[in-house]
């Protein structure tokens, strides 16, 4: 059986090399190459997140102490040069307060050292374990390409950017059933349809897992781990804070778009169906299950009037 | 406790990663289906697998592969990739053969584990599929066989056929497990309304599929999966004793995606009350069944 010492070192090789690295490289291709400050910010946040993930790590004793402080130490000026680019494009406040001042205190220092979270929590190999299952499932996320740009997309875009990516999507709904079955094989329309899908995977996902382990409350409470459990949920919030107004309205956008492609290239097995057992799949189903996942998170999105996008016969789903 | 298995990841390969055991003796490689990943369709055996009691000894001598692919692409370029994947596995060429695993910052600090990964031999091979993943493997089987018996007997100069016995390759003699396999085409005709109860995911991947050129290939009529359905019959009568040739499959009685079934020559597919194409793979404390499934497989 492998030592505990092994172990925790070779997850933490395994973080560096699937999340740590990515997001460094990431990072530094918005910061010198697209040049465009709404990237830079994206790249500082996510690069942020990921620090968070390792703090949590160490705490759980998923990761080892010191050569987790190496990491810190060793790219002490990338982490500040990105909290600063998450600040100047207004996203470090994405974070709740105490998440803030965690990453303060972490790279306020030189060298950085990670401070102990609120309650020492006892290592344990079910909690570390459920760590893993959790960061594996963000890891996947992450690196995964249209996810990121739905992401980007929701977040950081700045209004011209998204004014493009919406007149995209407005003439694509436009066209015939044919030529927007050609659109979604397109770069732009293909992206925002299955990284839209990929979010919606992963929220519901999370939730799964998040429910499962919450049924483990009052064990999770004796190891000390119903806290980090909540601060898994809060550190990745900025994603999905759907309380701030044009994440709120794109997101509501985004979803209708698929939505209705969606059911578009499933125009065969649509049509078997009555127009009224379409609106119950829709209104009933496919929305209700998606508020749902969405109240999950800050501030769920509320439709005020984004059924845009939508020809005539399908803008009954979305109206209230 | 101390978990069993180290996770590492495979160069080259990103999104693949491994959980090693100390003394390996079989591999078990997982395929995810059509937009499934490495991480979520499998999520819960990596925590669960050190964590049973029951088949704790099986799962201690397991190296598991989570095996990552986009899946954009049609089955005959996934399969090609899967078998070169396959091959360094069996060749032990796919980790590190001497040293740590390691990872050496921009500073030049290594971050070093004292565990070698080393040349790891295996008796036995399984292969676990989930829906298009389970294709795949069908097609790997094919290949591998063909592949063989070209060594065998030389190529495109049969001077006689071999027998089962002769064919000796790790990937034919492997356990073959399936969670609801794509193999006889995915649901074309069916209402959307049966996906009521499924989670809203798979829904939305039921209507995204159709628009992928994968799709055409899941068809319950597709050229690609008439012709893997009756190669594998064919060979399958020809050479009884390769196991890879036989799969067992276990569905959700809720699936809305693929058509629940079996080959003609395989066991009856079983099928899990409740699950649906989604859930059915991913185990958890009330449904072992998955790890089960897999536990049964070592010969």
């Given at each position: 059986?492998?030592?505990?010492?092994?172990?925790?070192?070779?997850?933490l090789?395994?973080?560096?090399?699937?999340?740590?690295?990515?997001?460094?490289?990431?990072?530094?291709?918005?910061?010198?190459?697209?040049?465009?400050?709404?990237?830079?910010?994206?790249?500082?946040?996510?690069?942020?997140?990921?620090?968070?993930?390792?703090?949590?790590?160490?705490?759980?004793?998923?990761?080892?102490?010191?050569?987790?402080?190496?990491?810190?130490?060793?790219?002490?000026?990338?982490?500040?040069?990105?909290?600063?680019?998450?600040?100047?494009?207004?996203?470090?406040?994405?974070?709740?307060?105490?998440?803030?001042?965690?990453?303060?205190?972490?790279?306020?220092?030189?060298?950085?050292?990670?401070?102990?979270?609120?309650?020492?929590?006892?290592?344990?190999?079910?909690?570390?374990?459920?760590?893993?299952?959790?960061?594996?499932?963000?890891?996947?996320?992450?690196?995964?390409?249209?996810?990121?740009a739905?992401?980007?997309?929701?977040?950081?875009?700045?209004?011209?950017?998204?004014?493009?990516?919406?007149?995209?999507?407005?003439?694509?709904?436009?066209?015939?059933?044919?030529?927007?079955?050609?659109?979604?094989?397109?770069?732009?329309?293909?992206?925002?349809?299955?990284?839209f899908?990929?979010?919606?995977?992963?929220?519901?996902?999370?939730?799964?897992?998040?429910?499962?382990?919450?049924?483990?409350?009052?064990?999770?409470?004796r190891?000390?781990?119903?806290?980090?459990?909540?601060?898994?949920?809060?550190?990745?919030?900025?994603?999905?804070?759907?309380?701030?107004?044009?994440?709120?309205?794109?997101?509501?956008?985004?979803?209708?778009?698929?939505?209705?492609?969606?059911?578009?290239?499933?125009s065969?097995?649509?049509?078997?169906?009555?127009?009224q057992?379409?609106?119950?799949?829709?209104k009933?189903?496919?929305?209700?299950?998606?508020?749902?996942?969405?109240?999950?998170?800050?501030?769920?999105?509320?439709?005020?009037?984004?059924?845009?996008?939508?020809?005539?016969?399908?803008?009954?789903?979305?109206?209230? | 406790?101390?978990?069993?298995?180290?996770?590492?990841?495979?160069?080259?390969?990103?999104?693949?990663?491994?959980?090693?055991?100390?003394k390996?003796?079989?591999?078990?490689?997982?395929?995810?289906?059509f937009?499934?990943?490495?991480?979520?369709?499998?999520?819960?055996?990596?925590?669960?697998?050190?964590?049973?009691?029951?088949?704790?000894?099986?799962?201690?001598?397991?190296?598991?592969?989570?095996?990552?692919?986009?899946?954009?692409?049609?089955?005959?370029?996934?399969?090609?990739?899967?078998?070169?994947?396959?091959?360094?596995l069996?060749?032990?060429?796919?980790?590190p053969?001497?040293?740590?695993?390691?990872?050496?910052?921009?500073?030049?600090?290594r971050i070093?584990?004292?565990?070698?990964?080393?040349?790891?031999?295996?008796?036995?091979?399984?292969?676990?599929?989930?829906?298009?993943?389970?294709?795949?493997?069908r097609?790997?089987?094919?290949?591998?066989?063909?592949?063989?018996?070209?060594?065998l007997?030389?190529?495109?100069?049969?001077?006689?056929?071999?027998?089962?016995?002769?064919?000796?390759?790790?990937?034919?003699?492997?356990?073959?497990?399936?969670?609801?396999?794509?193999?006889?085409?995915?649901?074309?005709?069916?209402?959307l309304?049966?996906?009521?109860?499924?989670?809203?995911?798979?829904?939305?991947?039921?209507?995204?599929?159709?628009s992928?050129p994968?799709?055409?290939?899941?068809?319950?009529?597709?050229?690609?999966?008439?012709?893997?359905?009756?190669e594998?019959?064919?060979m399958?009568?020809?050479?009884?004793?390769?196991?890879?040739?036989?799969?067992?499959?276990?569905?959700?009685?809720?699936?809305?995606i693929?058509?629940?079934?079996?080959?003609?020559?395989e066991?009856r597919?079983?099928?899990?009350?409740?699950?649906?194409?989604?859930?059915?793979?991913?185990?958890?404390?009330?449904?072992?069944?998955?790890?089960?499934?897999?536990?049964?497989?070592?010969?």
């Amino acid at each position: 059986m492998p030592s505990h010492k092994s172990i925790t070192t070779a997850n933490l090789v395994f973080f560096y090399e699937e999340r740590w690295r990515p997001q460094i490289v990431g990072f530094h291709n918005d910061l010198y190459h697209f040049g465009e400050a709404s990237n830079e910010g994206i790249g500082g946040v996510s690069l942020l997140e990921s620090l968070l993930w390792l703090l949590l790590g160490v705490n759980v004793g998923y990761f080892p102490v010191r050569e987790s402080h190496q990491v810190l130490s060793e790219f002490a000026k990338v982490l500040r040069k990105a909290y600063i680019t998450a600040e100047k494009n207004e996203l470090i406040s994405q974070f709740p307060q105490t998440v803030q001042r965690s990453i303060e205190a972490i790279i306020g220092r030189t060298p950085p050292v990670f401070p102990a979270l609120p309650r020492q929590i006892a290592p344990n190999a079910d909690v570390q374990s459920m760590f893993q299952s959790f960061l594996l499932l963000s890891n996947s996320f992450v690196n995964n390409r249209p996810a990121n740009a739905v992401t980007r997309l929701l977040v950081a875009a700045d209004d011209g950017q998204w004014k493009q990516i919406a007149e995209v999507l407005e003439s694509s709904q436009r066209q015939t059933l044919g030529a927007r079955l050609e659109a979604v094989a397109g770069a732009t329309i293909s992206t925002c349809v299955t990284g839209f899908v990929k979010l919606v995977e992963y929220l519901e996902t999370f939730q799964g897992e998040w429910l499962r382990c919450a049924k483990f409350q009052e064990n999770l409470k004796r190891h000390g781990f119903h806290a980090p459990l909540n601060w898994i949920k809060t550190i990745q919030r900025w994603r999905f804070d759907f309380s701030k107004e044009s994440v709120s309205i794109r997101f509501l956008v985004l979803r209708n778009f698929v939505i209705t492609t969606l059911l578009d290239s499933f125009s065969l097995v649509m049509n078997a169906m009555s127009e009224q057992e379409q609106t119950v799949f829709v209104k009933n189903y496919l929305l209700k299950n998606m508020d749902f996942l969405t109240a999950q998170w800050e501030g769920a999105p509320v439709d005020a009037g984004t059924s845009l996008l939508l020809s005539s016969n399908q803008t009954s789903f979305f109206s209230n | 406790m101390v978990p069993n298995h180290i996770i590492i990841s495979l160069k080259g390969l990103p999104g693949t990663y491994a959980l090693l055991a100390a003394k390996p003796e079989i591999g078990i490689v997982f395929v995810h289906g059509f937009f499934g990943d490495a991480h979520d369709t499998w999520i819960d055996f990596q925590r669960l697998v050190d964590k049973v009691k029951k088949s704790s000894s099986f799962w201690s001598k397991c190296d598991l592969y989570f095996y990552r692919y986009a899946s954009d692409d049609q089955i005959v370029p996934q399969g090609k990739a899967l078998i070169s994947f396959l091959r360094r596995l069996v060749s032990s060429s796919l980790l590190p053969k001497s040293g740590h695993l390691s990872s050496v910052l921009p500073g030049g600090f290594r971050i070093e584990s004292d565990f070698r990964p080393g040349r790891r031999k295996y008796r036995h091979l399984i292969l676990v599929g989930h829906s298009t993943g389970a294709v795949i493997i069908r097609d790997v089987v094919l290949q591998e066989l063909a592949f063989v018996q070209e060594k065998l007997v030389g190529r495109g100069k049969p001077r006689r056929l071999p027998v089962s016995r002769e064919l000796k390759s790790l990937i034919l003699d492997a356990s073959v497990r399936f969670f609801a396999p794509a193999h006889l085409g995915a649901i074309c005709s069916g209402k959307l309304a049966v996906a009521l109860n499924a989670p809203i995911s798979e829904t939305l991947l039921l209507m995204l599929l159709r628009s992928k050129p994968l799709f055409h290939n899941i068809e319950q009529s597709s050229p690609i999966l008439r012709h893997i359905e009756s190669e594998t019959a064919k060979m399958q009568k020809r050479f009884p004793k390769i196991s890879a040739l036989t799969a067992h499959s276990l569905f959700g009685s809720k699936d809305a995606i693929v058509n629940i079934g079996q080959y003609a020559h395989e066991p009856r597919a079983d099928t899990e009350q409740g699950q649906s194409h989604t859930s059915v793979c991913k185990p958890n404390a009330s449904y072992m069944k998955p790890l089960e499934f897999i536990f049964d497989a070592e010969p």
